[in-house]
């Protein structure tokens, strides 16, 4: 089946660095990537949506300019979650999309983010 | 607008026991519906889809779902628990508005289950 990775899986970092969080498909082409993110105890979120070459689109109050989301190839997406601050402490979770499906995400294993 | 409610935040059953974890849906068009399970510090699994073919969808793992549109319900069942079902599970509703697809998660249902 279809797999989707994540690096790393979890990360500490200082308050006011940034960080770097990798999803791949592994074998499959993923024209699209969505990420997620998720507080503990609580469901997913909607962070933003990712087209390979294109801009990110991004929900309703999630800031663009602190989660800069690239997706160069259709293998790669990634979040850089910039000038982190203890609430931006989370576990962060992309999925992607296969152009040859429909309607099925494949998800990664998430990657915990702890800012301290 | 689409949404997902899940009627049971906590859901404990015995090994062995039938499972049942309710789900209900909104959605202004014909929707697909997921049924996800987390287990802890893992992403996520998908277990079974409803894409407008059958209305009784079997999974992974023994479960299987019901879609219900009088109902507008997807509930989640599995005849006998076993206990390496505990975990958590989402029940989420797609829609593709022209050719964007969005996923919306339900909040959870956290699985218990008693030896």
């Known amino acids: 089946g279809a797999v989707v990775s994540q690096h790393p899986s979890w990360v500490i970092c200082k308050s006011g660095t940034s960080v770097k969080i990798e999803c791949r498909s592994l074998?499959?082409?993923?024209?699209?990537m969505f990420w997620y993110r998720q507080f503990p105890k609580q469901s997913l979120m909607l962070m933003a949506t990712s087209n390979e070459g294109s801009k990110a689109t991004y929900e309703q109050g999630v800031e663009k300019d602190k989660f800069l989301i690239n997706h160069a190839s259709l293998t790669l997406s990634t979040l850089t979650v910039t000038s982190a601050h203890p609430e931006d402490s989370s576990f962060y979770i992309c999925s992607a999309r296969d152009g040859a499906t429909l309607y099925e995400q494949y998800f990664g294993p998430g990657t915990r983010l702890t800012v301290t | 607008a689409q949404s997902v409610t899940q009627l049971d935040s906590h859901v404990s059953v015995s090994e062995g026991t039938p499972v049942l974890l309710r789900c209900n849906y909104s959605s202004s068009y014909s929707p697909s519906l997921f049924w996800y399970v987390q287990h802890p510090n893992k992403g996520l699994q998908l277990l079974l889809k409803y894409t407008s073919a059958a209305t009784l969808v079997k999974g992974i793992n023994g479960f299987e779902a019901e879609f219900k549109k009088s109902e507008t319900s997807f509930h989640l069942t599995k005849p006998s628990a076993h206990m390496s079902d505990a975990a958590e599970y989402f029940c989420v509703v797609s829609e593709n508005i022209f050719g964007n697809e969005k996923l919306t998660f339900g909040t959870g249902t956290r699985l218990t289950i008693i030896p």
């Open positions: 074998d499959f082409q993923a024209t699209t």
